[in-house]
């Protein structure tokens, strides 16, 4: 039997749900669930308007342990509660995703 393997460009970062950083735009806040350097995925609930796919959004992510980033991007794909959208123009740099995971590894890992 072979064996399933999961491929991705970017190491993507999953979030606790308390650990959340915001996506910023105008008026609306969603919460990020997870992230790549390329890409976000965000949290939507009945009361989220929809946002169909190529729907480009700005905004700033405000990260709970690095530099807020502003961004722009496409939403790629929906799935159940989350608009995936991939980053265009820029990346999230190395240094937040690395401070993120830090902070996060420090703050939940069990040792022992």
């Not at 939507?44 to 169909?52: A, G, H, I, S």
């Not at 989350?82 to 265009?88: G, R």
């Not at 690395?98 to 939940?108: D, H, P, V």
């Amino acid at each position: 039997m072979a064996e399933t393997e999961q491929r991705r460009e970017y190491y993507r970062l999953e979030y606790p749900v308390i650990e959340r950083p915001s996506f910023v735009m105008k008026e609306r806040r969603l919460e990020v669930s997870d992230l790549s350097e390329r890409g976000v995925a965000l949290v939507v609930t009945p009361e989220t308007p929809v946002f169909p796919l190529g729907f480009e959004l700005e905004g700033t992510i405000a990260f709970r342990h690095s530099t807020p980033l502003e961004v722009k991007g496409r939403v790629v794909r929906h799935q159940p509660g989350l608009i995936c959208v991939q980053l265009v123009d820029q990346v999230v740099p190395w240094n937040n995703v690395l401070a993120e995971q830090r902070a996060i590894l420090k703050r939940y890992s069990v040792v022992g």
